[in-house]
């Protein structure tokens, strides 16, 4: 999936980034690019290791989920099937 600046900075404020402060937007942008080329199954281990380190604050939690599934109507089909794997996964209790 290619994420452009303006996704970033979106996703940067739903998640309670001010758009203003330029060193955030670039620590999200050089998160990004760190991403970038890693297969399927190497983002998802990277989600894994996530995953318990988000829930255990709640309401965090449910607003970076509101802010990923906001995604989706930036994205294609497939995109969107992909996201919603990545979904299920941060939501299930595993």
């Given amino acids: 999936m ?5 996704m970033l900075m979106e996703l940067a404020s739903q998640v309670g980034l001010e758009n203003s402060n ?7 942008a050089d998160l990004a690019d760190k ?5 399927d ?5 990277e989600i894994l290791k996530l995953k318990h380190s988000m829930k255990n ?8 989920m509101k802010a990923i599934k906001s995604l989706r109507l930036m994205m ?11 979904i299920r996964l941060l939501e299930s209790d595993e």
């Fill in 41 to 45: 199954q190497e983002l998802l281990n």
């Fill in 57 to 64: 604050d709640r309401a965090q939690f449910d607003k970076q």
């Fill in 76 to 86: 294609n089909d497939e995109q969107k099937a992909r996201l919603d794997k990545v």
């Fill in 35 to 39: 991403y970038k080329g890693k297969s």
């Fill in 22 to 28: 330029a060193n955030k937007a670039k620590r999200a």
């Fill in 2 to 6: 290619e994420i452009n600046n303006k």
